[in-house]
Each structure stands twice: as structure tokens, then as C-alpha cells.
DNA sequence: GCTACTTCCTCTAGCGACTAGAGGAGCAAG
DNA sequence: CTTGCTCCTCTAGTCGCTAGAGGAAGTAGC
């Protein structure tokens, strides 16, 4: 019976809003869903667990081309788990590389603020600023 | 004698691309400065310090809006650091969250491939990703 | 002076992943 | 029938650059 729901359920079921899901059948990352009479998308179970499957990984911090190939891989049930295995561990690996980064710049950033209350007069957040060589890494 | 350098070098003084730089112009985050007879932009030693201010907030991650304020208050004696270090507090508070949430994403994501290895047939990447309810946070 | 080579100029368009808004049509309830 | 909601398409904007086209100017060697 149910041909299919509009992109408004859609958006609600997947908690991805309306003009994302648009954008994604742009890119291609869903497929274009049939249409109403009067010209609506209508989104059956199948585009619900797609929408579904997105939205965690986006949530997760994947990004849309890796999500292309493991929802590729999602649907080929020939040889996913090693592919797709790969595709997590090196967005692990890009998270522990931003956290590592983060902490640096977190380091830096509260030893500028961290004797700035005591004194107006010389302000040391525009002077770290101004001045590298105060600094504990010389790239940041 | 020096009127001022050329793009190239305060380039590679400051360690910004000539592109950066003109962009930084474009966007009025730094003065026009003046021009050769042949039309070069030349920037004076108030210019290069001004670029590795820039260069230096941009790699602790300061966003331009802040930088340019920062920048306003270090040309101004008045009441330069209360407001410079409240900038600072709330980039550091900034960096706290995305530390936070990162690591958050980092739990998630090697749960999801610490199993993955020892078998080929149930994929747990793309298992986790298809169903939220084996996750550790409702919200990611 | 001539020729290469490099640097510089302006302008436009592209990246990722959306988001916002205009302007219009369909649809469901009262 | 009218009100109000949802939906449609299309364009443009976000951020902080980066890349490229097409041309002018400066520099070094002969």
C-alpha cells in the first residue's frame, strides 16, 4: 500500500532536513525517488535506511565521498567488510589526528589567556600573538 | 630608504601565499597598501608585522572576525586586553568542545572497527552505521 | 636593445557540505 | 473557497582560501 512517503516524513524519520535530502539527490548520493502525480518525492523503506544510514555516519564525522563508497559497499554483499574496515580506520586515524592537534593548539591558547586577568596594561594575548617565539611548537 | 617590499617577500616573511595576502586586502583585514609606478602592492614593516599577527592567530585557529578584532585592539591602547582575552577564552572554550567531541567520535568510530577484523561475513562498519542502537551516545 | 624568465596584476570560478531565500504550485482542512 | 502548509525549482551565500586565465611589468643575460 504505502508507495512511498514525502520529503518532509522523510526528513522527520531521519532527522536529515529537507533541502540536505535535495542536496544529496544532487550529488548522487541518493537516488532520485519516484514522483506524485503532482510531482513529490516519495521516499520508500529502502531510501528511509539509506537517509538513515547517512545521517550516522555524517554524525560521525565521515565525510560525504566515504559515505559514497561505503553505502556502494553496503549494498555489495561480494567483498564489503575489508573495504569498508579500511574506510574507518583512517577516518580514526583523522581523528586522532585533529585531536592531537586540538590538544597543541589548546596548550598554546590557555598559557596566552592563563596570566592575561592579573594586568590591563600588557596584554599578553596580542603579544603571544605578535610574537612567535614565545610559542612551544613552532608549527602549530 | 626601504618604501616597502613586494608580495612575494612579505610572502615569504610572513609565511601567508600572495594570494592569501590579496585576499586578506580584499576582505579588509589588511590596509590597501600603496602602489609602485608599475602598480605593486608594497607593504611596509607595520604591514609584515601585521601579516605574521594574522598568520600566527590563523594557526592557533582564531577565525578572521576574531583576528580582525584582535587586530583592531592591538592598534588600541585604550582598553586593549579585558576584551582580547575574553576573544581568547571563548576560542579556548571553542577548541574544549570540538576536543570533546572528537573524542566522543573517537570511541564511536574504533568501537566500530575494533571486532571488524577476525570475519568477513557480518561487516560491523556498516552494520553500526545501518543502526544507531548499538551506539554509545544518542546524539553524536 | 632584445629575449627569456619570473613575478606581479585583475578577474572569475571552484572546494565541501550545506543553508537561505525567491517565486510559484499543489494539497488538505474548515 | 480560502487559508495555510508543504512542496517544487533555481540561484546565491557561507568560510577561507586555492587555482587558473590572460596579460603587464620587472630582471638577468647576451
Chains 1, 2 share one sequence.
Not at 116 to 129: F, G, K, P, W
Amino acid at each position: 500500500m504505502s508507495q512511498g512517503v514525502t520529503i518532509g516524513q522523510a526528513s522527520k524519520a531521519s532527522g536529515i532536513k529537507a533541502p540536505t535530502i535535495r542536496y544529496y539527490e544532487q550529488i548522487q548520493l541518493l537516488p532520485s525517488p519516484p514522483r506524485s502525480e503532482g510531482n513529490r518525492r516519495l521516499y520508500d523503506a529502502d531510501d528511509l535506511r539509506r537517509l538513515r544510514f547517512i545521517r550516522h555516519a555524517r554524525e560521525l564525522g565521515f565525510e560525504i565521498e566515504p559515505i559514497r563508497e561505503l553505502l556502494a559497499l553496503a549494498g555489495d554483499p561480494s567483498r564489503p567488510c575489508l573495504s569498508a574496515d579500511s574506510i574507518a580506520r583512517s577516518h580514526l586515524a583523522d581523528i586522532d589526528h585533529k585531536i592531537a592537534r586540538l590538544t597543541a593548539l589548546r596548550t598554546e591558547v590557555a598559557r596566552m589567556t592563563e596570566c592575561a586577568q592579573d594586568s590591563a596594561a600588557n596584554c599578553r594575548v596580542i603579544e603571544v600573538l605578535g610574537d612567535h617565539s614565545g610559542c612551544l611548537h613552532d608549527r602549530h
